[in-house]
């Protein structure tokens, strides 16, 4: 079965209606509402994660590989499981999936604080990776399951907007908790984050995927991953704008690794900020989310104007606004070139989602959006581990540079190197067949 996507057969005048649905009336359904406050809350608990983890490994550690060393394993896990949490998300429940996911990290989140020593923070950093393996490809399956195709994109826009916000709110909380009582009793409140998703999720209602070949039951589960486990790695394969996006986003995990690993030393030794440099930090953070804000509010114009295939592209320009860290410039600017990055990002988040959720069949997206997520997974593990090494020989203005540079200009040429605009544009990017993928 074939299925053209939204973006080719409605025109755009239709799609420009329909993606300005009004926030509220999305909010006014109660299931919809309650997949938005579960995310709405794990966007806050990452947020302050985001801030607390290096810190906290940068004072157990004064270390920048260590700070490499830790993201790295928060990422790893989540290749090596991809397999498994794709095809689980595709055949049970999405939401007891996504419930069992925040139950776990809820504990584990909770023990960080006790940790004395990296190795310690280190094995909780693995188990709470898997925890998060498990459940974001059922998050991101089940936001098109539930908000259905005519509202995609105003939904995936609401998400982004609110995924902003709480990037802004959150990390100025986070920065006085940090300043109060350092980085460790920060993961108390992702606790609480986790609390929240778990209440909304109680009676969040998802539609049962339809099309799966056979049952967990009847197969178990080892033999189906061994039978379907590449599933999701052919649709990538073949369908070009999925293979576009999964191209750049793997390029484009160098500027976060940087932002991380580089920010930290950034703040902490270049800048000589003292006592101010963990704030900064978080204020950086802080600064990006806003312009990711008001980048998700006016996208849908902007889409109207260009089309969302040139909105995708102009949107991973971003990264070149690092540059200006090579510099060395006072806070206000750097503070300034992150919010710039933040509003250009949020074009490429709406349209590279909206696109992977129109291109790929229901009952594949789970395993679409693991084997997806490990891609990218891996690249940003080569990222952070190269960030970790690289940052203490080329210090950390030049490093922000160069990473802003290489995915800046690469970001979009990947998108035409891998025929990935010249499908959207055309017109010709298709669903594949729904028989596990093929």
């Not at 995310?39 to 994660?49: N, R, V």
């Not at 004064?62 to 595709?90: K, N």
């Not at 060395?328 to 490429?348: N, R, T």
Request: aromatic share 8%; proline share 5%; with cysteine.
């Amino acid at each position: 079965m074939t299925q053209q996507p939204a973006s080719a057969e409605t025109p755009r005048s239709a799609r420009a209606t329909s993606s300005r649905a009004n926030f509220a009336q999305l909010l006014a359904e109660p299931n919809l509402r309650r997949l938005w406050f579960s995310q709405l809350c794990s966007a806050a608990g990452e947020s302050l994660a985001l801030i607390a983890m290096p810190l906290l490994v940068y004072d157990l550690t004064s270390s920048a590989r260590m700070v490499g060393l830790i993201e790295l394993l928060l990422i790893l896990p989540r290749v090596i499981a991809a397999p498994i949490t794709g095809l689980l998300a595709d055949r049970l429940d999405r939401r007891r999936v996504m419930m069992t996911a925040d139950a776990s990290r809820l504990v584990l989140v909770s023990l960080v604080p006790l940790t004395e020593s990296f190795w310690q923070l280190g094995f909780l950093a693995v188990l709470i990776a898997l925890g998060n393996a498990l459940g974001r490809p059922a998050e991101l399956a089940a936001v098109p399951s539930v908000a259905g195709p005519q509202r995609l994109v105003a939904a995936l826009s609401l998400m982004q907007v609110s995924n902003g916000v709480i990037r802004i709110a959150v990390p100025a909380v986070g920065a006085a908790a940090i300043a109060a009582l350092g980085p460790g009793p920060v993961f108390w409140l992702q606790s609480l984050c986790f609390i929240g998703s778990l209440i909304a999720l109680r009676k969040l209602v998802i539609p049962r995927v339809t099309g799966a070949v056979t049952s967990l039951a009847s197969t178990g589960i080892l033999r189906a991953a061994r039978d379907e486990m590449w599933a999701g790695i052919a649709a990538i394969r073949r369908i070009a704008i999925v293979r576009g996006v999964t191209a750049s986003e793997a390029l484009f995990q160098l500027a976060p690794a940087a932002m991380t690993v580089a920010g930290v030393i950034y703040t902490e030794e270049t800048l000589h900020l003292g006592d101010r440099a963990q704030s900064a930090f978080a204020l950086m953070t802080t600064s990006m989310a806003a312009g990711a804000v008001v980048g998700a509010l006016v996208a849908h114009r902007v889409e109207s104007r260009i089309g969302r295939p040139l909105l995708l592209a102009l949107g991973y320009t971003g990264p070149l606004f690092l540059t200006a860290a090579f510099f060395s410039p006072p806070m206000a600017v750097i503070y300034a070139a992150w919010f710039c990055f933040g509003f250009l990002d949020a074009f490429a988040v709406i349209s590279f989602q909206a696109y992977l959720a129109e291109a790929v069949p229901e009952e594949l997206r789970g395993r679409v959006y693991a084997a997806w997520g490990a891609i990218v997974s891996l690249a940003s593990a080569i990222a952070y581990s190269l960030m970790g090494v690289v940052t203490p020989w080329f210090g950390a203005p030049h490093t922000l540079a160069l990473a802003g540079l290489i995915v800046g200009i690469g970001g979009s040429l990947t998108l035409v190197a891998t025929g990935a605009l010249r499908s959207v544009l055309g017109g010709s990017a298709v669903v594949t067949r729904t028989d596990r993928g093929e």
